[in-house]
């Protein structure tokens, strides 16, 4: 079968699946490529993450974790980790982004499910992974004057960025000890919807979740209810924001934690994306900028964020920051 990654065919023949009609569906942001397979009445996902650009140890690490601790993953039904291969349990084609474009009155029950597992999520230990400390978040953060400030033409004080995100973050460093698992990509996009209900409810599971670290509790409903994909009016975001404070007892502390997350990501995903397009030749997610940008901006308003708003007010013109990041070219 043409087009189709060398060793696919072997794997799938010694995994018993041999016969199964093989269809590319589309990626992520990354290297990996995935594949719906159809034998019958029977149907998985062949998951791709070939080394040296991927390695799949890590999505089987999370996945065993999640599902030890009552968390809907994939089931795992054959492995190959030298080559990259995974076949795994198909969750369908819900993913919940795209059922919610067609099903708008069930956002708010989407949501409220959503809400409700990363409270479950934490109430768990925290899983055997690696921390979110200060250097990862200032090698995130980076991303934005590596890759954005470069592309729209702008010399910045790289020095002054990263004394700033010190100043912002260092408070939040003692209130993420013990910490919680962080999926780190907790959005529409990864999660996905097991025959949902017409109200949005119903059971969901968890795709993309290799990249688990232990940090702060913020930091996935951040990356929920801040979606770069997604457009999350200001009123679902403050609702699911109560929700979740009012079944963990978290106090205005912890919103302000939230806006110094929220600027945090929504700066490496500027980044990120200004990468896509200029290393990786992605232009699509170049129309995803302006919206990280606006979400950006309103958390660069809370007061905690004081040292980084003073440093794009000083090397972010404001015609840019106006235009919710200009034009990349």
């Not at 055997?128 to 400390?133: E, I, M, Q, T």
């Not at 010190?166 to 959005?187: A, E, F, K, M, N």
């Not at 529409?188 to 940090?215: K, R, S, V, W």
Request: net charge negative; glycine share 10%; hydrophobic share 35%.
């Amino acid at each position: 079968m043409s087009g189709l990654p060398e060793g696919l065919q072997e794997f799938l023949a010694n995994a018993g699946w041999g016969e199964g009609r093989v269809d590319p569906i589309a990626g992520d942001a990354s290297f990996r490529r995935y594949f719906r397979i159809t034998d019958g009445d029977r149907k998985a996902m062949l998951m791709h993450a070939p080394p040296p650009e991927e390695d799949p140890g890590p999505f089987l690490h999370v996945g065993r974790w999640l599902t030890d601790c009552g968390h809907r993953a994939p089931q795992v039904y054959a492995e190959d980790s030298v080559n990259g291969w995974i076949l795994l349990e198909d969750f369908g084609q819900d993913r919940m982004r795209d059922w919610l474009d067609d099903n708008p009155g069930g956002e708010e029950g989407a949501y409220c499910t959503a809400i409700d597992a990363l409270v479950e999520l934490h109430r768990c230990k925290p899983g055997p992974f690696g921390p979110y400390d200060m250097a990862t978040y200032q090698r995130e953060a980076a991303l934005f004057i590596e890759w954005y400030c470069p592309a729209i033409g702008l010399s910045v004080d790289e020095k002054g960025y990263h004394a700033a995100w010190d100043r912002v973050l260092s408070p939040l460093l003692d209130r993420q000890r013990p910490g919680v698992t962080v999926l780190r990509d907790y959005h529409a996009e990864n999660i996905m919807l097991l025959d949902p209900l017409a109200d949005g409810t119903g059971e969901q599971g968890l795709i993309d979740f290799q990249d688990a670290l232990i940090g702060h509790r913020a930091y996935d409903l951040v990356s929920l209810l801040q979606d770069a994909r997604r457009d999350v009016s200001s009123g679902l975001e403050r609702r699911m924001l109560d929700r979740y404070l009012a079944k963990t007892g978290e106090d205005n502390v912890f919103e302000a934690d939230y806006a110094r997350l929220g600027a945090q990501r929504n700066a490496k995903i500027v980044g990120i994306f200004s990468r896509l397009r200029k290393r990786d030749n992605k232009q699509r997610y170049l129309a995803f900028i302006p919206r990280v940008w606006e979400a950006m901006e309103r958390d660069l308003k809370h007061e905690a964020l004081g040292p980084v708003t003073a440093w794009f007010d000083s090397n972010i013109p404001r015609e840019i920051r106006d235009a919710y990041g200009g034009d990349i070219q």
